[in-house]
């Protein structure tokens, strides 16, 4: 059974910076995505940042294009998101959340949501 811990998150001031990091264990990864969902208050849950560990693509949402980057350590099993220029707008809850589908359908599943999920980190974005 994969399971994921996230950590990470915090309170920072618009402009600042975090990394996220997402822990997996249980499964072999070779062939699953891992990636990133972001829930603000009131909202859906939406995907941002998504990679594939077998084949290194990796997508990315158009709201957080050349702010944020993920990356992994596949020696410690771990994806991280670089959250930079952090705006008000990126408060919420970021769920990490795996399965073995390609990088971008882990990240729009349309209804077809991952089969992995961590429990969630808080992002408070506020000055």
């Known amino acids: 059974q994969l399971q994921l811990v996230e950590s990470g998150g915090g309170l920072v001031q618009p402009g600042g910076s975090l990394r996220l990091s997402c822990a997996a264990s249980?499964?072999?990864?070779?062939?699953?995505?891992i990636g990133w969902f972001h829930q603000a208050p009131g909202k859906e849950r939406e995907g941002v940042s998504c990679i594939n560990l077998g084949t290194g693509r990796i997508y990315y949402a158009e709201s957080v294009k050349g702010r944020f980057t993920i990356s992994r350590d596949n020696a410690l099993n771990t994806v991280y998101l670089q959250m930079n220029s952090l705006k008000p707008a990126d408060t919420g809850v970021y769920y990490c959340?795996?399965?073995?589908?390609?990088?971008?359908?882990?990240?729009?599943?349309?209804?077809?949501?991952?089969?992995?999920w961590g429990q969630g980190t808080q992002v408070t974005v506020s000055s």
């Open positions: 249980g499964v072999t990864l070779d062939y699953y995505a």
């Open positions: 959340a795996a399965d073995r589908r390609a990088a971008q359908r882990l990240c729009n599943p349309n209804g077809d949501w991952a089969n992995y």
